[in-house]
């Protein structure tokens, strides 16, 4: 019998977070989880597709869009279910035992969000996201998604828009149910931009995107 999980990871020039985040999903393959792993590339320059390769990874490339790579990423996966994961996210060990007695439920889910990061800010930050997404069901992508490939069909996939493709895909679907395991995350792009000043620029984005603003229009001001 298959395994039954094909993950998928959207990558542009992320081969350094590649390095790091391929390693921890070894346990799901020596657990019999892991069917297949596929990397949808948005035109990377640097050493990500090189790196896909020599892990054994489907490769599918396209225009850099984040919802447009994980639609075709997730059109190509042939596994009964979906494990979407970020390239900066690394599953803590132990997610696979967690993941596999899931399974069974049927039930869409995600991870627990903590940063590369220590300090007040960062467990604030990760706190609020995993109660956001007890109390509201609403993780965001870099909590990872495990999804039926049934259901993710049935809420039509994630849609091909630059920014809010997971919120969009998450209110689309069944209520997430949030693991204990942990996806650790990179830290980088709060650390740039300051802790409080990113966390409300993320509320502001969510808040305007329920309100209907343009996905496009969010993503050029979330990039400025």
Request: net charge neutral.
């Amino acid at each position: 019998m298959p395994a039954p999980i094909s993950i998928v990871i959207p990558t542009l020039n992320a081969g350094e977070a590649l390095s790091e985040s391929l390693p921890a999903l070894m346990e799901g393959l020596h657990t019999g989880l892991i069917r297949e792993l596929i990397v949808t590339d948005g035109g990377s320059t640097d050493a990500t597709l090189e790196i896909a390769d020599e892990a054994g990874a489907e490769i599918v490339t396209g225009a850099p869009s984040r919802g447009g790579q994980l639609r075709r990423g997730c059109a190509a996966a042939k596994a009964e279910w979906l494990l979407i994961l970020h390239a900066d996210t690394v599953l803590r060990e132990g997610w696979s035992k967690e993941v596999g007695e899931h399974l069974p439920s049927g039930n869409p889910a995600a991870f627990c969000l903590a940063f590369r990061a220590k300090g007040f800010w960062p467990a604030w930050v990760a706190g609020w996201a995993n109660l956001r997404s007890r109390v509201f069901g609403l993780p965001y992508g870099d909590q990872g998604l495990l999804v039926p490939r049934g259901l993710y069909e049935q809420a039509d996939g994630y849609p091909d828009q630059p920014l809010m493709e997971d919120v969009a895909l998450v209110r689309a679907l069944p209520r997430i149910t949030l693991l204990d395991s942990r996806a650790i995350t990179s830290a980088d792009r709060y650390a740039r931009v300051g802790w409080l000043r990113r966390g409300a620029r993320n509320l502001w984005t969510l808040t305007r995107y329920f309100l209907g603003a343009d996905p496009e229009r969010l993503a050029q001001a979330y990039r400025r």
